[in-house]
């Protein structure tokens, strides 16, 4: 099992940019997959990127492409997402989660952080 925890969110106006990180602890940070989802009010956890163990491949939603983008360090254990012009509709509580597969599927991820709120406002 792996612990996570999220930080860096925050209020920004539209068009700006936040960089999230999470840490991890516990064993084998650097086997894993590691994403990142978020919840907005009312509706269901949604996927936004994905990293491979490694760091060589990633993959993003649709929505985000081109404006996110993840990176990890294995050395430091930890992940992050760069969000760059942000738009009203990415606010969200956006939380990092832990999978034994490159995958953009939730069944995938095994642990999750607590989660760090993102309010962008127009």
């Known amino acids: 099992q792996v612990q996570l925890v999220e930080s860096g969110g925050g209020l920004v106006q539209a068009g700006g940019s936040l960089r999230l990180s999470c840490a991890a602890s516990?064993?084998?940070?650097?086997?894993?997959?590691m994403g990142w989802f978020r919840q907005a009010p009312g509706k269901e956890r949604e996927f936004v990127a994905v990293?491979?163990?490694?760091?060589?491949?990633?993959y993003y939603a649709d929505s985000v492409r081109g404006r996110f983008t993840i990176s990890r360090d294995n050395a430091k254990n930890t992940v992050a997402l760069q969000m760059n012009s942000l738009k009203p509709e990415d606010t969200a509580v956006y939380y990092c989660?832990?999978?034994?597969?490159?995958?953009?599927?939730?069944?995938?991820?095994?642990?999750w952080g607590q989660g760090t709120q993102v309010t962008v406002s127009s």
């Open positions: 516990g064993r084998s940070f650097s086997t894993y997959a």
């Open positions: 989660a832990s999978g034994s597969h490159y995958s953009p599927l939730p069944s995938n991820f095994g642990s």
């Open positions: 990293i491979s163990w490694s760091g060589g491949s990633t």
